[in-house]
């Protein structure tokens, strides 16, 4: 896979990180409640596909393939080599036979109607050309296949200061948005029944999660024997 420049910043900044990432007052206090929450609301079946698009070390990835039960498939996908190198240790210990992880670009993506589900957490303001990465995604899904994608909100105040502050002072940090401006985003690359709710999660932390679904015209050519109700 060749990368881009902002790629590369990326996996910078995350392989500098992966070492203490999962102990990051950051990571306990805001990252992993968003990510439960959010893996919460999924409605995850047995057999499933899904992808965990800026995965990390893996542990949104990992509680999904958890409630599979070794059927479907669960692939977690991140630009740095060090977090992929850490979440490949877990799995290592857990013995999750349905779960890989993969170092690659959101940017990148080269699936054709696989995943039931797209998940990505706290990934967004990492996403340097935001509408090709959606494209990609909604490519990647089945017919009524779903992305749900959750990041700070710049709704709120201190989401906004903290944002400006990521654009000055972090070359992988592209920017957030508004959850008017994210509902626009999914409607646009052709998202249906878009919904997108704002949350806090304490006196600092507001998020935003935004949900697409898929629906194809011709939807019997990719639906990929799924029965449509």
Request: glycine residues 10%; neutral net charge; aromatic residues 10%.
């Amino acid at each position: 896979m060749s990368r881009g420049r902002h790629d590369e910043y990326v996996a910078q900044e995350f392989n500098r990180a992966a070492k203490g990432y999962d102990d990051s007052r950051i990571v306990r206090s805001f990252q992993r409640r968003a990510q439960a929450l959010i893996v919460k609301e999924m409605q995850i079946e047995k057999g499933m596909n899904i992808l965990d698009l800026g995965c990390g070390t893996g542990w949104a990835t990992i509680e999904m393939a958890s409630q599979m039960e070794g059927t479907g498939k669960v692939i977690g996908l991140d630009l740095s080599e060090k977090m992929i190198e850490q979440a490949k240790r877990k799995v290592t210990e857990l013995g999750y036979a349905n779960l890989d992880f993969v170092v690659g670009s959101a940017s990148d993506l080269d699936y054709d109607g696989y995943f039931d589900y797209v998940l990505s957490t706290n990934a967004f303001h990492h996403f340097d050309d935001k509408e090709a990465v959606f494209s990609k995604v909604r490519r990647s899904l089945r017919h009524h296949g779903t992305f749900l994608i959750q990041d700070i909100c710049d709704d709120f105040v201190l989401m906004r200061a903290l944002d400006f502050i990521g654009r000055l002072g972090e070359r992988a940090h592209v920017g957030s948005t508004t959850s008017r401006k994210l509902r626009g985003l999914l409607i646009s690359t052709g998202f249906s029944d878009v919904e997108v709710k704002t949350a806090k999660l304490n006196w600092f932390w507001g998020i935003m999660v935004g949900r697409g679904i898929k629906r194809c015209p011709d939807w019997s050519k990719e639906a990929n024997g799924l029965t449509v109700g």
